[in-house]
């Protein structure tokens, strides 16, 4: 649990201070009701085990006035004496990033998805008994959920592929990173490189290094087409510093004068990754001592809207063979 829980806050925290403009589409309002359903079902499928849960029901779900499926629920055991009957409480549900359905209720709480324009919110009792049902477990997986979601409306992809399916125990992990412009414009983008990315297996830094791995195909063909670029956007700058040259030359009785300047399309550690271009680089990840599956994510510190290009992929330890 602890896990899932600093996994969520590490997605989250760079989104904290970031409010997208305007209303929440359609697509996006109904991707938020799925999840409201399905957490609604989640809580009913723990109803009989729970008996702060047995009034539990349809009818404190609904949908608010903002067209959002919402969840409140309270519960008092009047069987106990009244000095003690502290009710159970809880409320979810998903609205507009600069909403506050719950913000002044006791317990709130909200994560916010800058780029969707939504925030998942609620309030729950800031205490429980051991033996009480936990809300908490359900807030982080439908929020790790609404992340995942809000990776595919970024304009930068980072994809993660292991180049075997499995490896043995002791083996190093061998693994590609590839991030992709999938947007409609040319970005100015930083540089693949240990100080760009992290991974993390659970709450704990994965150590890498690059890999001693001869160039992929993939890798060839993508530096092939970049060298083949690069060429045209010199060629394309020479014949613009010449027009340049020519308009300075036009004006050299100004009285400001005008000096050639040439303007840099790249900055240090920073190149311009083209609509539709992607850019590959193979890692070389520690090994693991017993057999397990493990699930990596990567992250891509740029920040764009407030939120960073995430990856993942999942892979097999064996054992070594008898």
Request: charge should be positive; charged fraction near 30%.
């Amino acid at each position: 649990m602890k896990k899932i829980i600093v996994l969520i806050l590490f997605l989250f925290m760079a989104s904290a201070s970031y409010a997208e403009e305007g209303t929440v589409d359609d697509a996006t309002r109904e991707f938020c009701n799925n999840i409201m359903v399905n957490f609604y079902h989640d809580i009913v499928a723990e109803k009989d085990k729970y008996k702060e849960l047995e009034g539990f029901g349809e009818d404190v779900f609904y949908e608010n006035e903002k067209g959002f499926f919402t969840i409140i629920y309270q519960y008092v055991d009047e069987s106990l004496p009244e000095r003690l009957q502290v009710p159970y409480t809880f409320g979810i549900t998903i609205e507009g990033i600069k909403d506050s359905t719950f913000q002044l209720r006791r317990g709130s709480f909200g994560y916010e998805f800058p780029v969707l324009g939504i925030k998942l919110s609620g309030y729950k009792n800031e205490r429980l008994r051991k033996a009480q049902f936990n809300a908490t477990p359900l807030i982080n997986k439908y929020s790790k959920l609404l992340a995942d979601h809000q990776q595919n409306y970024l304009p930068l992809r980072l994809s993660l592929a292991a180049l075997k399916d499995s490896y043995e125990v002791r083996e190093n992990i061998v693994f590609e990173v590839t991030l992709t412009n999938v947007s409609q414009h040319n970005m100015l983008v930083d540089d693949l490189t240990g100080d760009m990315l992290e991974f993390l297996i659970g709450n704990k830094t994965w150590n890498i290094r690059l890999a001693n791995w001869d160039e992929t195909p993939r890798q060839k063909a993508q530096r092939l087409k970049r060298a083949e670029r690069k060429a045209a956007r010199k060629i394309r700058k020479a014949a613009n510093e010449a027009r340049k040259i020519a308009r300075d030359q036009k004006l050299k009785n100004n009285a400001l004068g005008n000096k050639i300047r040439t303007k840099k399309t790249r900055k240090a550690g920073k190149f311009i990754l083209e609509a539709g271009e992607s850019l590959s680089i193979v890692f070389q990840g520690e090994n693991f001592l017993r057999p397990r599956e493990i699930e990596v994510y990567g992250i891509y510190r740029m920040l764009i809207k407030g939120v960073r290009p995430i990856g993942k992929f999942n892979l097999k330890i064996v054992p070594e063979p008898e």
